[in-house]
């Protein structure tokens, strides 16, 4: 059995991190656990059309909106601790790699992803097709696609320290690879295509409903879905796509009574890196301008991206914004107002 730990954290290269996992962890569980915690998963290629069924056959109770919370935490020790308290199996929806398991987990890479891969047996989960999932290969996933990952176990914490056996904690994971880096509007605060806009509601909603396909009604969504210099969506229309879904889609409604955005670091914000890289590009696209003419630019143009945090020139965090889109007071406004899909009064305000 591999070894419990000191409260002490000792620091690790994230490179011997993942060997260890790979090497000792997971082989362990493998060997010790598989009936407990399968290390397997299910693709999902299609969830919009294949969860469909399910949601025809089983219907929803209530059809009220689902209470919603923005939390600053780990968001997978966040599901823990709710699950535990709530006697239940919480899910959290996170960014994955389209391409390979885990991404680059096994390396130095930062992403969230990468370092759940290093404390827990995920990487080894999403790599790992069920016997009966119909597939042999869950990579690489289709643009709306997912996997569901039921069991897997966390055997360290958010700065890879060792839990003892006895704090590790199994939950499901929906991996889901969100939009990198797509076209924006002048302002950098909207999608410059409405197709494109659509593809990541369509990733939203694949998420949801892998989640309600599985009976859970509530969910975990990793703050960073999308957001971060790795993917660079613009955050209030990413925040306000997750409520369009959450409030108006037919199929979920009534099926996910309880969200929670978890943002692991409170002062990210997307919206300054995304005004940031436009001014970089500005600065060059002047520069060659400049060059072209036989002299250098003296003025360059500057982005200007929405919902500044005030005085200070900064840009309002992920956290912040999405805080504000899901407060209550917000929630009640919004259904107040006619339906954004059909113009019509909202049937949830009845």
């Not at 689902?66 to 535990?84: E, G, K, L, M």
Request: charged content about 25%; glycine content about 8%; overall charge neutral.
């Amino acid at each position: 059995m591999p070894s419990g730990s000191s409260s002490k954290v000792v620091k690790q290269k994230p490179s011997d991190v993942a060997a260890e996992t790979k090497r000792t962890y997971t082989p362990y569980i493998k060997a010790n656990f598989e009936a407990q915690w399968p290390t397997c998963s299910y693709l999902f290629e299609q969830p919009i059309v294949q969860c469909a069924q399910r949601f025809l056959e089983v219907r929803p109770v209530g059809l009220g909106p689902p209470q919603f919370y923005v939390r600053n935490s780990d968001p997978v020790d966040a599901a823990i601790i709710w699950a535990r308290a709530a006697n239940t199996s919480i899910p959290v929806i996170c960014a994955a790699n389209d391409k390979r398991a885990g991404g680059d987990w096994e390396t130095g890479v930062q992403g969230y992803e990468e370092r759940l891969c290093r404390r827990s047996t995920l990487a080894c989960c999403l790599s790992t097709p069920a016997l009966n999932a119909g597939t042999s290969n869950n990579f690489p996933i289709p643009s709306s696609g997912g996997i569901y990952s039921s069991h897997v176990v966390v055997f360290r914490g958010p700065h890879y320290e060792k839990l003892e056996f006895d704090d590790w904690a199994n939950l499901p994971i929906i991996s889901v690879p969100p939009t990198r880096w797509p076209k924006l509007d002048p302002s950098g605060s909207k999608y410059s295509f409405s197709d494109e806009r659509a593809m990541v509601k369509d990733k939203i909603r694949g998420a949801l409903r892998i989640a309600a396909y599985y009976g859970h009604d509530q969910v975990v969504i990793a703050g960073d879905w999308g957001l971060g210099n790795g993917h660079r969506n613009p955050p209030r229309e990413l925040a306000e796509l997750w409520r369009e879904v959450l409030l108006y889609d037919p199929e979920l409604r009534g099926r996910i009574r309880e969200a929670a955005f978890v943002f692991e670091d409170a002062n990210q914000s997307t919206a300054q890196l995304i005004v940031n890289e436009m001014s970089k590009k500005d600065h060059k696209r002047d520069h060659a301008k400049g060059k072209g003419k036989g002299g250098s630019s003296s003025s360059s143009s500057s982005a200007t991206v929405a919902s500044p945090k005030g005085g200070g020139g900064g840009y309002a965090a992920d956290c912040e914004i999405y805080a504000q889109v899901f407060d209550n007071e917000e929630i009640r406004r919004v259904l107040q107002q006619p339906d954004a899909r059909y113009g019509l009064e909202n049937l949830l305000t009845k």
